[in-house]
């Protein structure tokens, strides 16, 4: 046997302020769902100049992004040059500490993981 009163019992039993600050829950709680219903249909359609400012705007931003690529192209290709002659003097002097011989140099993983080996 359940020891719970039903439903409808326990509604009866209530006060009428108890059934007040219920109703006055239920309306803040829905007025809330509204406002925000309310705010987010509201903001949906506030683009303005429609689908040809929408146009316009991506225009500009390929047009941005290709003079950022020919700038980023050209650093590239300054950079790469930078470090191929780094490269470059690296392994002269490398020829030159070893004496002309040319030393076949780990990957660095290998050098982590098998520290214990030496060259």
């Known amino acids: 046997p359940d020891s719970r009163i039903s439903g409808t019992e326990a509604l009866s039993a209530l006060t009428p302020q108890q059934k007040m600050r219920n109703y006055s829950t239920a309306v803040g709680l829905a007025s809330f769902c509204v406002g925000v219903w309310y705010y987010s249909i509201s903001a949906v359609g506030q683009a303005g100049g429609g689908i040809d ?12 992004l290709s003079k950022k690529s020919v700038e980023e192209i050209n650093a590239e290709e300054l950079a790469h040059l930078d470090d191929t002659a780094d490269e470059i003097a690296q392994q002269e002097e490398e020829l030159i500490i070893t004496g002309g011989e040319k030393k076949v140099k780990r990957p660095m993983w290998k050098k982590v993981l098998l520290f214990w080996k030496k060259e």
């Open 53 to 64: 400012e929408l146009r316009f705007e991506a225009q500009e931003a390929r047009d941005n």
